[in-house]
Structures are given as C-alpha cells and as structure tokens.
C-alpha cells in the first residue's frame, strides 16, 4: 500500500510516497503518523532539486527561479540564502480557487486530502534502454 502527498523540503518541492507494505494486511486501518514515526512506513523521495531550468509557466511577466545567497560560513558565520520563484514551478500544488471563484485556498485543505493511496509501475528496464519511454 503506497501513498502519497506532495512537500516543500531541504529547499526541494516534489513528492513522498509513504510505502505501508508491512501494514498491508487484509482489513488494517489505514497508516498513521505514529506509523511513520515508528519506523513502519518507508519514505520514498522523489523531489527534484530547483533551479533556473526548472520548469514554469511559461506566461507573460513570470520569470525562472533565482537563488542567491545573503550570507556565508566563512564571511558571515551562517549560511542563508533567498530565493524567489514563480508560483506555477515544476510540479506544483494549484489551489481549488486558482481558477474558480468561491473554492477555497491551499491552506484550507484538509490535510487528509493530501494523501492517497497509489501504484508504482516500474519502467527503469525500458526506460535505461529508451529515455522517451
């Protein structure tokens, strides 16, 4: 049993896929965060780094994303940076009200609703062989 939920991390936005196997019996409830925290779930990161090549809308006025650092260890004693970006980037998250008028916000969302369960398909054979596979 597999679910996932799509994530802001480690300055990454991608998803996690949650994989419940060992809890796949017959009639379990469905996995818990005190199931991740017990170490009965396995994470599975496919986050992609960000970048200015990384994909975005590509309308009128959006721009690439930018990274710039404000501080360094060796300069600052810390490490910090900025970054701006356009909201539609790569794989993305769009609210309900993006495009209808009276739906609600991202931040209205019911948490449970970020995940569900999924398949994965593995295609790394055909896919070595041929990368448009």
């Not at 090549?53 to 501080?71: C, D, I, K, Q, V």
């Not at 909201?87 to 009276?102: K, M, S, Y």
């Not at 398949?119 to 596979?133: E, K, Q, R």
């Amino acid at each position: 049993m597999l679910f996932t939920t799509s994530v802001m991390m480690r300055g990454l936005i991608g998803t996690v896929l949650l994989a419940a196997s060992n809890l796949a019996a017959a009639g379990e409830p469905s996995p818990t965060l005190a199931d991740l925290a017990a170490g009965k779930l396995q994470i599975v990161d496919l986050s992609w780094p960000l970048s200015a090549a990384s994909r975005y809308w590509p309308g009128p006025g959006y721009e690439p994303f930018r990274l710039r650092t404000l501080a360094t260890l060796e300069r600052d004693g810390v490490l910090s940076k900025a970054f701006a970006s356009p909201e539609h980037l790569g794989t993305h998250l769009d609210a309900p009200n993006h495009f209808a008028a009276g739906q609600i916000s991202v931040d209205q969302i019911p948490p449970e609703h970020f995940f569900a369960q999924a398949v994965v398909v593995d295609i790394s054979g055909p896919a070595a062989i041929d990368a448009d596979y």
